[in-house]
């Protein structure tokens, strides 16, 4: 049986991972493969990289350092989470694990417009499609944005990056745009246009993005899907966990959620998009379950 099971290899799990293993505790992470860290073609805030450096690159070397310390990663897909008295058991499909306790780190899945996967991977690749603007708004600086999305969500991605460039549209992925009056003057004042949808046709023409809309065909330089995201919690809610009405989980301040024993840390707690903010989770999070542990069991050489 492991100390404890990390479900979800992103930067929240391999943090994790990595202070569990120099705690000298049994660690297996069960990964899906499908961190959107990978999607990153190049970050440039995050520190200690001035030049930056690939999503899949900073995972690799997470990786590495995780299993240099003894960390054991496995691609696969847990469908359940059980408890067992003070234990949890880990169903895999047909098979299962047991530890002493679990951490999700699972994340979020952004919703994205319909476009072929080939096409997805080439405009982020080429920093035509983007999904944070925190992370990378610096870099559409003075560039031509357009800002899929509706409503008071679209709204407020559209007058973040309205703070890096003076060229931002509003275009809303179908035929309703879902402002309010109040949404509306914010645009106006700003000097955000707003056109209708259905968004379609998507393409990449003269290195910029384009596709369709209600005011014909548009094309920008970067586009910011603002459409929102499936928290991956369910197999903490299927559990018992309590989670908020959109699906994060409800924790504390040392990241232990209503369960005890299974604790949770990054986007699946909080849909912030920051690796900073998922590595500072994991870290007090992997101290807890330490701590955790070793009042149940002492700890010692």
Request: net charge negative; glycine share 10%; aromatic share 6%.
């Amino acid at each position: 049986m492991d100390d404890c099971i990390i479900i979800g290899a992103g930067p929240a799990g391999l943090t994790a991972a990595i202070y569990l293993a120099r705690f000298l505790l049994t660690i297996r992470l069960f990964d899906s493969g499908d961190s959107r860290a990978a999607w990153i073609p190049r970050t440039h805030n995050h520190a200690g990289y001035p030049d930056g450096i690939a999503g899949i690159e900073l995972l690799r070397r997470m990786r590495e350092q995780a299993e240099r310390f003894g960390a054991v990663r496995e691609e696969a897909k847990v469908t359940a989470i059980e408890c067992d008295g003070e234990e949890f058991i880990v169903h895999l499909g047909d098979r299962t694990a047991r530890a002493r306790s679990v951490l999700l780190a699972t994340g979020v899945v952004n919703n994205r417009p319909a476009m072929e996967a080939g096409l997805h991977r080439r405009a982020l690749a080429e920093g035509l499609l983007r999904y944070c603007p925190i992370c990378d708004g610096y870099e559409v600086t003075d560039k031509r944005v357009g800002v899929i999305g509706k409503g008071r969500h679209g709204m407020k991605e559209a007058m973040f990056l309205r703070s890096y460039t003076r060229d931002v549209t509003l275009v809303s992925p179908d035929a309703e745009t879902d402002l309010d009056a109040e949404c509306e003057a914010a645009l106006d004042a700003a000097g955000v246009a707003r056109v209708s949808g259905p968004c379609g046709g998507f393409a990449i023409e003269k290195r910029q993005f384009a596709f369709d809309t209600a005011n014909g065909r548009m094309a920008f330089d970067s586009v910011y899907p603002a459409m929102g995201s499936v928290i991956r919690s369910e197999l903490a809610v299927a559990a018992g966990a309590r989670a908020t009405d959109e699906g994060c989980l409800e924790v504390d301040d040392h990241q232990r959620t209503s369960i005890p024993g299974l604790f949770a840390a990054g986007d699946v707690v909080k849909g912030l998009d920051q690796i900073s903010h998922a590595m500072g989770e994991a870290g007090v999070a992997a101290t807890t379950i330490r701590n955790l542990l070793a009042e149940r069991q002492p700890i010692r050489r």
